[in-house]
């Protein structure tokens, strides 16, 4: 059994409302971890006929039957259900912790919540495991710091954090594994090829053809194809559509596909009126570095490391390790963006929320100049941010730094640089 970091955050929200909704990708481990989280209650998949018959043949019936602690596995496939749970949970709003539900497609459950259930759900968003979950050990401390505000004393708790060695070897072997459970545990390369070859295609010929069945899924997964090969980098919507030769409003709507089904995700510029030459265009990369790295063709950790795009990979997987590993936390309010200004300098993460604001750039590279900072300093100093983070995986040093130092990220055996003004 895995745990996962968001246990307690599951728990948590379990405890203050009715019904509690887990989205993400398939496979990503929603149903084990719900199945945890609700200890011997019923379960149902939505997907089995037998099961769907057995809720929705006279559900004021089932419901009486059942009134708590039922787990309606992929809800969106039956969206009827969402009104009668309304009516359910309506006649005692006091009651928590009642139902789980799942999906894999936010634009199906999500639409379907805000029209019957809003105010009555908690929902969180399940991601393929994290570095740490990998290895069973606890969430990194690194992640303390977005528990509160950002300050100073942010630098002493990166300072206090414990030193481990660092190295690339491990990191890409782990871009190149990724992160879905069943092949990333398995730990057989020829499994994992079988495992996502298989995966993508169930993907785009079950999931995608039974909501879409009009969709040409040729072109689909030519754009699919072709995001793998620009994942984290700056998005134009007219080269992919001239790329694979459709009209720039079907890649819009392909896109918007590929994000709700939790595949891609997409990074829009940050935007401050104190800095007028930005660039709008938004970033975007593979939820899953494996996922990327198979639609690429890389099949090896050889094939990887002379990969002329390995940094944009490293950069896609630190994101998402960051994003795994912040929303698992207490954290509110999260916003994630890019920032580029039309002059070239850029920030490959921005991080909002309740603990303010933290700009983070992303290295796969054996040294940082001053110069590849600069856009960082000038927005933490426009901005009067107390800090701003450089995570890379070697050990660099920032010349004409008044104050910085350097601290390993155990979750990857990173080091960063913290610049506080």
């Not at 030769?245 to 995700?265: C, H, L, N, P, Q």
């Not at 002379?306 to 698992?328: D, H, K």
């Not at 290295?363 to 941010?385: I, P």
Request: charged share 25%; glycine share 6%.
């Amino acid at each position: 059994m895995i745990l996962r970091n968001w246990s307690e955050k599951g728990e948590r929200l379990l405890k203050n409302f009715p019904i509690l909704v887990v989205l993400g990708a398939r496979q990503v481990g929603k149903s084990t971890f719900v199945q945890q989280l609700g200890t011997n209650w019923l379960y149902l998949d939505m997907e089995n006929p037998v099961d769907a018959q057995r809720v929705l043949d006279n559900p004021e019936l089932f419901f009486a039957d059942h009134p708590k602690y039922v787990i309606l596995d992929e809800a969106q496939s039956r969206p009827e259900v969402f009104q009668v749970l309304r009516g359910i949970v309506d006649k005692d709003r006091s009651k928590r912790g009642r139902f789980i539900l799942t999906g894999s497609a936010s634009f199906e459950l999500i639409s379907q919540v805000s029209e019957s259930l809003a105010g009555r759900v908690a929902i969180m968003e399940m991601h393929p495991l994290a570095q740490n979950e990998l290895k069973q050990t606890a969430r990194s401390h690194f992640f303390d710091i977005f528990e509160k505000p950002l300050s100073a004393a942010t630098l002493e708790h990166l300072l206090s954090l414990e030193q481990k060695a660092a190295g690339t070897a491990l990191t890409r072997q782990a871009i190149l594994e990724g992160g879905y459970p069943e092949p990333a545990l398995r730990g057989d390369s020829e499994y994992r090829l079988d495992w996502y070859e298989n995966y993508f295609r169930t993907y785009i010929q079950r999931d995608i053809l039974s909501l879409y069945p009009r969709l040409d899924l040729l072109k689909y997964r030519r754009v699919i194809q072709m995001l793998s090969h620009v994942s984290h980098t700056i998005i134009n919507r007219s080269e992919i559509a001239r790329s694979v030769e459709a009209s720039e409003k079907s890649v819009r709507d392909y896109m918007e596909i590929v994000e709700g089904t939790y595949f891609w995700r997409s990074l829009p510029a940050f935007v401050t009126p104190k800095v007028r030459t930005i660039s709008k265009l938004p970033k975007g990369h593979f939820r899953d570095a494996g996922l990327c790295c198979f639609l690429q063709n890389i099949q090896t950790a050889d094939q990887l490391e002379t990969y002329p795009r390995l940094g944009n990979l490293f950069e896609g997987f630190v994101v998402e390790e960051i994003i795994r590993g912040v929303e698992a936390g207490r954290a509110r309010q999260l916003q994630y963006s890019h920032f580029r200004t039309k002059a070239g300098g850029e920030i490959d993460l921005i991080m909002e929320g309740s603990f303010g604001c933290l700009p983070i750039e992303i290295k796969y590279a054996s040294n940082t100049t001053q110069n590849e900072l600069r856009a960082m300093q000038n927005l933490m100093e426009l901005h009067q941010l107390p800090l701003g983070l450089v995570l890379t995986t070697v050990h660099v040093r920032v010349a004409s730094q008044k104050t910085s130092f350097r601290f390993q990220w155990d979750a990857f055996n990173f080091c960063a640089i913290s610049t506080h003004i």
